[in-house]
C-alpha cells in the first residue's frame, strides 16, 4: 500500500467521520457511523468516541438493548447521546422515547 491508509467503505470509512470534524455532512452521518464501528469495530469506536464525547462500544450496546426494549422502530440514533459539559468523563446521555437515560462508560444506565 506503499504508506497510504485503505478504509472499506461500508465499515472503517465511518472512523474518518468521528476523528474529523470537518467531514462534509458529518452531523448527518454521525449515527449511523457509532452503529458502524460499534458493530465491526468496537475497539475503534472505543479509541475515537470518548474524546469527542460520543458513545463507546459498550454504550452502543446498552442504547440498543434500550431501544429494543421499548420497542422502538427503525435504529436508534446513536449520535443523540453525548457528554454534557460538566458530566463525568465518559458518561454520554440521551433520550429513548420518553425516558432520559444516562449512560456510564462500562454501559450500565440510569433513568
Known amino acids: 500500500m506503499n504508506g497510504r491508509a485503505w478504509l472499506e467503505e461500508d465499515c472503517e470509512a465511518y472512523a474518518a467521520i468521528l476523528a474529523f470534524e470537518d467531514v462534509e455532512d458529518r452531523e448527518k452521518h454521525l449515527g449511523t457511523a457509532i452503529a458502524s464501528l460499534a458493530c465491526f469495530h468496537p475497539e475503534w469506536l472505543d479509541v475515537l468516541a470518548p474524546p469527542k464525547g460520543l458513545p463507546n462500544s459498550a454504550q452502543a450496546t446498552r442504547i440498543k438493548a434500550l431501544w429494543e ?3 422502538l422502530e427503525d ?30 462508560a462500562d454501559g450500565s444506565a440510569h433513568s
Open 69 to 71: 426494549r421499548y420497542g
Open 75 to 104: 435504529q436508534p440514533d446513536y449520535a443523540l447521546f453525548t457528554r454534557q459539559p460538566g458530566s463525568a468523563a465518559g458518561f454520554v446521555e440521551g433520550q429513548i422515547g420518553k425516558i432520559w437515560f444516562g449512560i456510564d
